[in-house]
């Protein structure tokens, strides 16, 4: 009975038959390796991997480790236990039925391991695994064993065959000394099948991790944006607050104001009439006596008094304070300007200057280092190593080899132009120094169309740019240079891909009119 429980603790809970290459995974549980395989290849698309038993989960498809132990265990038991579905009996057990362990090929004979004890050793008798048919072990034309293997032809022989038959004066080798060159050859080749699966297991994990990352990130830009709304939102309600405030106290101001002048209009309208009535009298003693005609003429005063408090409310307190409204909604959008900088760590952006050093003596470079432009006077510079003799363009003094960066360049001034970077060992004369040979990559501008180039290759842009400006942006570590044409919305031309292997330079060409670097180089990372 425990002999029985023991066995079954050998069978994989997947097939449910005895283990096959027994691998384990982190949780303890052991599986066929093919089994557990197709079930994590169920589970791929998903992304959560777990264990068939215990359902221990996982976010990356786990690692298999081979049970060195269970693996002994298991061949232990297939060595020495006969295979009960083949229904092969021992040949000289004629009472009863008893499985037979091996056969042999001289007496034609099936074995069981007491009659295997007492067998002959002779070399001539060949044992073998039990099999149902013993002729594919015969050569099909002498009827005799096989022993032998040529090598010449890839058959396996009996001793006529390699005596007088085909296979005369062929090169041949025992089956035992074939089968281990074979088994040899089998382990090598197994061997490099696992380092392969072994790397691409790696190159799977890596993958899925970054593809982990990706999605972490586009996380976090949610969570940044969210968090952005709110900044925004709390904003928004400072402003209205303040607004509110000076609201109230204007409109208060000015409605006090407006309902002295009101009065004062009823005052004015009163005597007004008043006035219009003695103006319409035709007796002169009348109108002279009356008593309060200096009244009805005395309004200077108070006219400005009221004349001052009204210029006084529209000029220096009968508006909103838009500076410091201004004021604030800067502070505010500059602080979740910085919070978005710091998140993605973007540097403070620096200016890209052209080094005049290397500048063709053809071009002129403007005083602010920013501007290149084509002329038909030769500039009385140096000749020196570090300038280009032969094209007409120019390096920037700065150089990349470490994270990302973009900057922009205005070619709305010029039909014939190229922009792009290149390393500092790119030829300063000849043909091969021309932007976009193998040591640099660039966005072309001639005859009306625009191409991206390296290496001598053509890659055509269509429909042409849309916007006067163009970005270069480079991550020096996953060697990628992309270019932008900077409409709206943006628009991606090109990725360039290779393993960066010096620094970069900004680096420009024009034949005709100017060009500009327009905007300012920064370094940022997500």
Request: aromatic share 6%; net charge negative.
């Amino acid at each position: 009975m425990a002999s029985a429980d023991l066995r079954q603790e050998l069978d994989c809970s997947i097939c449910l038959d005895i283990y096959t290459d027994p691998v384990n995974l982190s949780c303890g549980h052991s599986y066929c390796r093919v089994c557990i395989e197709r079930f994590l290849d169920t589970q791929g698309g998903s992304g959560n991997f777990s264990c068939p038993q215990c359902r221990k989960r996982s976010r990356s498809r786990p690692t298999l480790q081979r049970n060195i132990t269970l693996c002994n265990i298991v061949e232990t038991l297939r060595s020495t236990q006969p295979d009960k579905e083949t229904g092969i009996f021992c040949t000289y057990c004629i009472h009863s039925p008893v499985p037979a362990v091996k056969s042999c090929l001289m007496c034609e004979a099936y074995l069981c391991n007491d009659h295997l004890r007492v067998h002959s050793k002779a070399p001539e008798h060949v044992l073998t695994d039990p099999t149902t048919s013993m002729e594919n072990r015969k050569c099909s034309i002498h009827r005799e064993l096989i022993k032998y293997y040529c090598t010449e032809d890839s058959a396996c022989i009996c001793v006529s065959c390699r005596l007088d038959g085909e296979h005369q004066g062929h090169k041949v080798e025992t089956l035992d000394e074939a089968f281990e060159k074979k088994k040899q050859k089998l382990r090598n080749v197994l061997q490099k099948l696992m380092t392969e699966r072994e790397e691409t297991e790696k190159r799977v994990q890596s993958l899925q991790d970054r593809r982990r990352k990706v999605q972490e990130k586009s996380e976090r830009v949610t969570a940044l944006f969210i968090e952005l709304r709110r900044h925004l939102e709390d904003l928004e309600k400072r402003v209205r607050r303040n607004i509110s405030s000076q609201e109230e106290r204007i409109s208060l101001s000015l409605s006090d104001l407006i309902h002295q002048l009101e009065i004062k209009e009823e005052d004015l309208s009163r005597k007004m009439e008043d006035i219009k009535e003695l103006c319409n009298m035709t007796d002169p003693l009348t109108v002279l006596q009356e008593s309060d005609t200096g009244d009805l003429c005395d309004t200077e005063e108070g006219d400005n008094e009221d004349r001052e408090r009204h210029d006084r409310l529209l000029h220096d307190g009968g508006d909103l304070d838009v500076s410091g409204i201004s004021h604030t909604l800067h502070k505010g959008l500059s602080d979740m300007i910085k919070e978005v900088n710091v998140f993605f760590n973007i540097q403070e952006a620096s200016d890209i200057l052209l080094d005049v050093n290397t500048a063709h003596n053809n071009l002129q470079i403007s005083d602010d280092m920013k501007t290149v432009s084509w002329s038909d006077i030769k500039q009385n510079r140096p000749e020196t190593p570090e300038r280009f003799q032969y094209w007409p363009q120019v390096l920037s003094s700065q150089r990349f080899s470490l994270g990302r960066h973009y900057w922009e360049v205005d070619v709305r001034e010029s039909e014939h132009y190229r922009v792009g970077m290149c390393y500092p060992s790119i030829e300063r004369g000849g043909d091969q120094s021309l932007i976009g040979y193998n040591k640099s990559w660039g966005l072309r501008r001639s005859s009306g169309e625009c191409s991206l180039i390296h290496d001598n290759k053509l890659i055509r842009i269509s429909p042409d740019l849309s916007s006067n400006r163009v970005r270069i942006y480079v991550d020096y570590e996953a060697g990628q240079l992309s270019f932008y044409d900077l409409c709206d919305p943006i628009r991606h031309l090109h990725t360039f891909t290779t393993t960066f292997a010096e620094p970069l330079h900004a680096v420009l060409y024009v034949r005709k009119g100017h060009i500009k670097i327009s905007g300012r180089v920064r370094r940022f990372l997500l």
